[in-house]
């Protein structure tokens, strides 16, 4: 079973602070993804990486940036945390190749106050 | 205009009934397509994958897929209350990687 693992499923930070979200998987996926999930909003893609140090920016990656040093590990960085960035951060991977779902990890339920 | 579009609901049936959701795309040269169900504080977890022109059966669920039409369908038939979710439909992009969602729709099955 493919499994992806997010560092934390509950996490509460200030404003201002520089916050990581970790996200790993153990399928030797190529695509990594991350999605940000508000009420009425859906999932919106904030960056993805199509291989190790590759990134491309999603819909929504002002305030984010990213890494990908290995390819089982994508972070989330969080610049300068702002309360707008409050809420639900999913991480998924798929492998590369045409045709391919993508599976997500558990969720981080971020809080910024 | 939305890559991906869907009806947010709530989408309310009777159990037993057939649900039927919808969703279309604005991206015409996309190939692959999916739906996820989504219980509340829960991650989303694939349903189904289409990527032909027609139907897929797998149980009581129906992918239907029209890429003239740009759209795709999901039928769940004989729903249960337990199938009361959320479901999103997802596509990737042409020339992409992007994995990209709809908002998703509610649907609630009455007993």
Known sequence: DVKVTQSSRYLVKRT??????????????????WYRQDPGLGLRLIYFS????????????????????????FSLILESASTNQTSMYLCASRRGTVNTEAFFGQGTRLTVV | QKEVEQNSGPLSVPEGAIASLNCTYSDRGSQSFFWYRQYSGKSPELIMSIYSNGDKEDG????????????????????????????????ITSGTYKYIFGTGTRLKVLA
């Open chain 2, 60 to 91: 009581r669920f129906t992918a239907q897929l029209n890429k003239a039409s740009q759209y795709v369908s999901l039928l769940i038939r004989d729903s249960q209350p337990s199938d009361s979710a959320t479901y999103l439909c997802a596509v």
């Open chain 1, 50 to 73: 199509y291989d190790v140090k590759m990134k491309e920016k999603g819909d929504i990656p002002e305030g984010y940036s990213v890494s990908r040093e290995k390819k089982e590990r």
């Open chain 1, 16 to 33: 201002g602070e520089k916050v990581f979200l970790e996200c790993v998987q153990d399928m030797d996926h190529e695509n990594m993804f």
